[in-house]
Structures are given as structure tokens and as C-alpha cells.
């Protein structure tokens, strides 16, 4: 089992840009959310797929976007890039409701830096 | 709103016990969780306890939950170097799906 995998693992931007990360989720999970981690932070919650729809949404902007595909990956878009959006990026993955899925499985991160 | 609120640093001798706290405002929160993070690393799931316990056990590790006082810690036995590492308590968020609430992490320290 190759649990949660996320690419690219790092990423240099600048302001004004556009960034895609990317996650596929633990086998057998169907629900994938994700959390910015700020440097000396705890991961705070941006948003949740379930279904290839958003399901629940924290505090973000709308520059931030996901999707989720039929086959349960994700992605998370930010649009017009801040330097307060450099940070790690986590994707969780969970088996969800149907699987008694309370408990989220974390990939390595993606460590956006924006200049 | 939801607040999950620890102790930033602890730091132990190699071998002795390490007991990281952590309190939280969700009285109706039915899981909570306990993860590790290794530097440039994401999560890894130590734990976990669902609301209706007030121990768990797994090898060196014990949780305990004390409902009343939202109160949940984790003692980690015979503390190694290899536990070095930040500890971050999460609480899974009543009022809707499987929105975990983190707090900030508490660095432990193991030291010879």
C-alpha cells in the first residue's frame, strides 16, 4: 500500500502566480481534505472531497479551488499567489462515512514557497 | 469557535517518561488524535481515542482523555532520540464531517 502520495514535493513561485498541487489518496479511500501548514503552525483545514464535491470548506479565500476525480485524486488550485501563502500543504485522506472514516491518513506534503 | 491549545516545548532525558497535554473547547468531539511530524516530514498517525474511553494503550504509548476537563495527553515511555520530533493533538470537529482541529505542536526534545 503506497498510502497518500502528493506531488511535486516542492515548488518555488512568485506573487501573481498560479500553483496545482496534486494527491492521491491511501487505496480504499474515497474522501480527501486539505491543510495549509504555516511555518511553526499546526495544519489548518482548507477544504473536503467527497464525491468529486466540495463537502466542507475552513477559512480560505476563493483563490483557493480543489477537484476531485473519479478515481478519488485530488487537486488544489490557488490562484494570484501571496507571500502569506508559503507553507506546507497536506492532503488527508479517509475511508469516509461508508467506511466508518473518521480517522485521516497524511501524505508527505507539498512546501510551497512564493517570492 | 473550536480551539485545540498545547504546550509549545518539552524537553526529556533519554529513557525517562515524556507526557505532552493538550486542551480543547469541542465538549462533543468523538475523536481525537495524536500525530507526529519529523522535520521537512508530514503526519504520521501515532494514536487515536474515541470520546467514550479514558485510556488507551499501544506499546509505549498511553493516552489519556479526561472528558470533564477536555483534557487529553500522551505519555510516551522509555522516551528515545528517535522521539524527537513535534507532537500535535487534533480534535475531530463536531459540527460537521472529518474536519480535524489542530494545535500549534509541542516540540519534544530528547536529550542524553
Known amino acids: 500500500d503506497a498510502g497518500v502520495t502528493q506531488s511535486p514535493t516542492h515548488l518555488i513561485k512568485t506573487r501573481g502566480q498560479q500553483v496545482t498541487l496534486r494527491c492521491s489518496p491511501k487505496s480504499g479511500h474515497d474522501t480527501v481534505s486539505w491543510y495549509q501548514q504555516a511555518l511553526g503552525q499546526g495544519p489548518q483545514f482548507i477544504f473536503q472531497?467527497?464525491?468529486?464535491?466540495?463537502?466542507q470548506r475552513g477559512n480560505f479565500p476563493d483563490r483557493f479551488s480543489g477537484h476531485q476525480f473519479p478515481n478519488y485524486s485530488s487537486e488544489l488550485n490557488v490562484n494570484a499567489l501571496l507571500l502569506g501563502d508559503s507553507a506546507l500543504y497536506l492532503c488527508?485522506?479517509?475511508?469516509?462515512?461508508?467506511?466508518?472514516?473518521?480517522?485521516?491518513?497524511f501524505g508527505p506534503g507539498t512546501r510551497l514557497l512564493v517570492l | 469557535g473550536e480551539d485545540v491549545e498545547q504546550s509549545l516545548f518539552l524537553s526529556v532525558r533519554e529513557g525517562d517518561s515524556s507526557v505532552i497535554n493538550c486542551t480543547y473547547t469541542d465538549s462533543s468531539s468523538t475523536y481525537l488524535y495524536w500525530y507526529k511530524q519529523e522535520p521537512g516530514a508530514g503526519l504520521q498517525l501515532l494514536t487515536y481515542?474515541?470520546?467514550?474511553?479514558d485510556m488507551k494503550q499501544d506499546q509505549r504509548l498511553t493516552v489519556l482523555l479526561n472528558k470533564k476537563d477536555k483534557h487529553l495527553s500522551l505519555r510516551i515511555a522509555d522516551t528515545q532520540t528517535g522521539d524527537s520530533a513535534i507532537y500535535f493533538c487534533?480534535?475531530?470537529?463536531?459540527?460537521?464531517?472529518?474536519?480535524?482541529?489542530f494545535g500549534a505542536g509541542t516540540r519534544l526534545a530528547v536529550h542524553p
Open positions: 487534533a480534535v475531530l470537529f463536531s459540527g460537521g464531517y472529518n474536519k480535524l482541529i
Open positions: 488527508a485522506s479517509s475511508p469516509g462515512l461508508a467506511g466508518g472514516g473518521e480517522t485521516q491518513y
Open positions: 472531497y467527497y464525491e468529486e464535491e466540495e463537502r
Open positions: 481515542i474515541f470520546s467514550n474511553m
